[in-house]
């Protein structure tokens, strides 16, 4: 695409394009495993060159030059030429790439700039994108009118609607629709064991409005006290249709011990002989809707290493949260010997969709036009230039949390940053210093920290692309799966880390 032909925000950005037979049907393991392989390559290889974007911050772009640092002259000047609204529709364009040939990235120049040509990197990062490789929910479904079709559904989705918050609203019936699709495919009964549950929202929801068994299965005693409260009141709400839902206090392991299944290690003190028998007759399918951290990965290995789980739905969440051993787990990406810094973990929990298209709200200022994004930058300079603090070196010592969106001007936000770091009143400059060095760093700053964050959001989809694939390619290498997909769970602008990782045995 040309950089004159930028869609305008708030155009329609066009429909995805269609999944490769093999990903859409997820039973052609050897080609869908050579498939996921070639993303992966290429998927790395973004992630290797452009990796630096993700290593800064916007709140060092005044104090270490990140501009000039990171971009290379012809880019600065193609960046510079484009206004925000395109930067932000050919972003956005990128999310909706047309599937085709995956090509490798050209090879880098001499300079020592991380990023020396814009069409390169546009291109590059519309690749990274997994067309062809991940599968919409809705076609997935489309082919199983079943699913979902319960009469109770609507009824069921109507009344949790009180109970749920906007994003939880999207995020429950669709996780749900993604269970009850892949039961369809069991040739016995199915119950679902929910790791990482919290309070149970999608435990109920299943066994209300699906007629799932589900055991839902949580670590902490503190959410799961909350999860019983809870409990007791949807059985009121649905005249006690929650029977089917059961809540336990467990940790999911990766292996069993002594040759004990899963059903059995979450299992409650005095289970009957009859629910020990009725648990073994019925396949089990393991679901983690956004499990944090190193939760996703341990459901997908137990997947892999447990044969009486017999599906898996799994969606990540908390990257940053990873420890470094978790990534990467399979054979193909481990011999590349890439891996993932905190800083490209913690980019990942970004969405494009959501942060590049959102509109803004009645009378407010979206995401990445406010003047506020320039505030903690400015904080950087402040420290750096009249404090005297080596805002590099104690980085992790100087946060102050999200005061930027409870604070009315950029005066008020550094006087109270300031404050929470300890310095004395008398030593922060006045209202009149504070309001000309904004003057004179907003305008072509605050349009070039926004622009950068624009192409920060564009590695952030590359990397949650990398994550996904490697959780893929580790179940498809263990020859323990029939089929598998990447499914794309969720809408992404209404809930970031949306991809989910769906397999099931014979």
Request: proline share 5%.
């Given at each position: 695409m040309s950089e004159g032909s930028a869609a305008q925000p708030g155009l329609d950005l066009g429909a995805r394009s269609a999944p490769d037979p093999a990903a859409l049907s997820g039973e052609d393991i050897p080609r869908l495993l050579a498939l996921a392989t070639r993303h992966a390559a290429v998927c790395a290889a973004f992630v290797a060159r452009y990796g630096a974007l993700g290593e800064v911050f916007p709140a060092d772009f005044l104090s270490s030059d990140v501009w000039g640092t990171l971009l290379s002259p012809a880019t600065r000047e193609a960046l510079d030429r484009l206004s925000l609204a395109e930067l932000r529709a050919i972003s956005l364009r990128s999310a909706t790439p047309e599937a085709?040939?995956?090509?490798?990235?050209?090879?880098?120049?001499?300079?020592?700039?991380?990023?020396?040509?814009?069409?390169?990197?546009?291109?590059?990062?519309?690749?990274?994108?997994?067309?062809?490789?991940?599968?919409?929910?809705?076609?997935?479904?489309?082919?199983?009118?079943?699913?979902?079709?319960?009469?109770?559904?609507?009824?069921?989705?109507?009344?949790?609607?009180?109970?749920?918050?906007?994003?939880?609203?999207?995020?429950?019936?669709?996780?749900?629709?993604?269970?009850?699709?892949?039961?369809?495919?069991?040739?016995?009964?199915?119950q679902v064991l929910d790791v990482g549950s919290g309070k149970g929202y999608l435990g109920s929801f299943l066994s209300v409005a699906c007629g799932?068994?589900?055991?839902?299965?949580?670590?902490?005693?503190?959410?799961?006290?909350?999860?019983?409260?809870?409990?007791?009141?949807?059985?009121?709400?649905?005249?006690?249709?929650?029977?089917?839902?059961?809540?336990?206090?467990?940790?999911?392991?990766?292996?069993?011990?002594?040759?004990e299944s899963f059903a059995a290690s979450s299992r409650q003190d005095g289970a009957t002989a009859a629910q020990e028998k009725d648990e073994a007759a019925q396949r089990t399918i393991l679901t983690g809707l956004h499990a944090c951290g190193d939760l996703t990965s341990t459901a997908v290995a137990a997947f892999v290493q447990r044969p009486e789980l017999w599906g898996l739905v799994a969606v990540g969440c908390c990257y940053n949260m990873?420890?470094?051993?978790?990534?990467?787990?399979?054979?193909?990406?481990?011999?590349s010997g890439l891996t993932l810094s905190r800083a490209l973990r913690m980019l990942a929990l970004k969405s494009?969709?959501?942060?590049?298209?959102?509109?803004?709200?009645?009378?407010?200022?979206?995401?990445?036009?406010?003047?506020?994004?320039?505030?903690?930058?400015?904080?950087?300079?402040?420290?750096?230039?009249?404090?005297?603090?080596?805002?590099?070196?104690?980085?992790?010592?100087?946060?102050?949390?999200?005061?930027?969106?409870?604070?009315?001007?950029?005066?008020?936000?550094?006087r109270s940053a300031l404050s929470h770091l300890g310095f004395e009143p008398s030593s922060v400059p006045n209202e009149t210093a504070l309001r000309e060095l904004e003057v004179r760093c907003v305008g072509t700053s605050l349009e070039r920290v926004l622009k950068?964050?624009?192409?920060?959001?564009?590695?952030?989809?590359?990397?949650?692309?990398?994550?996904?694939?490697?959780?893929?390619?580790?179940?498809?290498?263990?020859?323990?799966?029939?089929?598998?997909?990447?499914?794309?769970?969720?809408?992404?602008?209404?809930?970031?880390?949306?991809?989910?990782?769906?397999?099931?045995?014979c």
């Amino acid at each position: 695409m040309s950089e004159g032909s930028a869609a305008q925000p708030g155009l329609d950005l066009g429909a995805r394009s269609a999944p490769d037979p093999a990903a859409l049907s997820g039973e052609d393991i050897p080609r869908l495993l050579a498939l996921a392989t070639r993303h992966a390559a290429v998927c790395a290889a973004f992630v290797a060159r452009y990796g630096a974007l993700g290593e800064v911050f916007p709140a060092d772009f005044l104090s270490s030059d990140v501009w000039g640092t990171l971009l290379s002259p012809a880019t600065r000047e193609a960046l510079d030429r484009l206004s925000l609204a395109e930067l932000r529709a050919i972003s956005l364009r990128s999310a909706t790439p047309e599937a085709g040939e995956l090509r490798a990235l050209p090879e880098k120049g001499a300079a020592h700039h991380v990023l020396e040509d814009t069409g390169a990197f546009f291109a590059a990062a519309s690749t990274c994108r997994l067309e062809g490789l991940v599968v919409d929910l809705d076609a997935l479904c489309a082919a199983s009118p079943a699913a979902c079709a319960s009469p109770d559904w609507v009824s069921t989705l109507r009344k949790h609607r009180a109970l749920l918050a906007p994003k939880k609203m999207h995020e429950i019936p669709r996780m749900a629709r993604c269970v009850q699709w892949l039961a369809l495919a069991s040739d016995r009964p199915v119950q679902v064991l929910d790791v990482g549950s919290g309070k149970g929202y999608l435990g109920s929801f299943l066994s209300v409005a699906c007629g799932i068994r589900t055991v839902s299965v949580e670590g902490s005693h503190m959410i799961a006290a909350g999860a019983v409260r809870r409990h007791a009141n949807l059985s009121r709400l649905f005249r006690g249709r929650e029977a089917g839902h059961e809540l336990r206090v467990a940790w999911l392991s990766k292996t069993a011990a002594d040759g004990e299944s899963f059903a059995a290690s979450s299992r409650q003190d005095g289970a009957t002989a009859a629910q020990e028998k009725d648990e073994a007759a019925q396949r089990t399918i393991l679901t983690g809707l956004h499990a944090c951290g190193d939760l996703t990965s341990t459901a997908v290995a137990a997947f892999v290493q447990r044969p009486e789980l017999w599906g898996l739905v799994a969606v990540g969440c908390c990257y940053n949260m990873m420890a470094p051993e978790t990534f990467p787990v399979s054979g193909h990406l481990r011999r590349s010997g890439l891996t993932l810094s905190r800083a490209l973990r913690m980019l990942a929990l970004k969405s494009l969709e959501r942060e590049a298209g959102q509109q803004p709200a009645e009378g407010g200022e979206p995401a990445l036009t406010s003047a506020r994004t320039l505030w903690r930058p400015l904080l950087n300079l402040l420290l750096r230039d009249e404090l005297g603090v080596d805002v590099r070196a104690r980085s992790e010592e100087l946060s102050v949390g999200r005061r930027a969106s409870k604070s009315e001007s950029w005066p008020v936000y550094a006087r109270s940053a300031l404050s929470h770091l300890g310095f004395e009143p008398s030593s922060v400059p006045n209202e009149t210093a504070l309001r000309e060095l904004e003057v004179r760093c907003v305008g072509t700053s605050l349009e070039r920290v926004l622009k950068l964050e624009v192409l920060r959001l564009m590695l952030a989809a590359a990397v949650e692309s990398l994550i996904a694939l490697d959780r893929l390619l580790s179940v498809l290498e263990s020859g323990q799966c029939a089929a598998a997909w990447i499914v794309r769970v969720f809408e992404p602008s209404e809930s970031p880390r949306c991809l989910g990782i769906v397999c099931r045995r014979c």
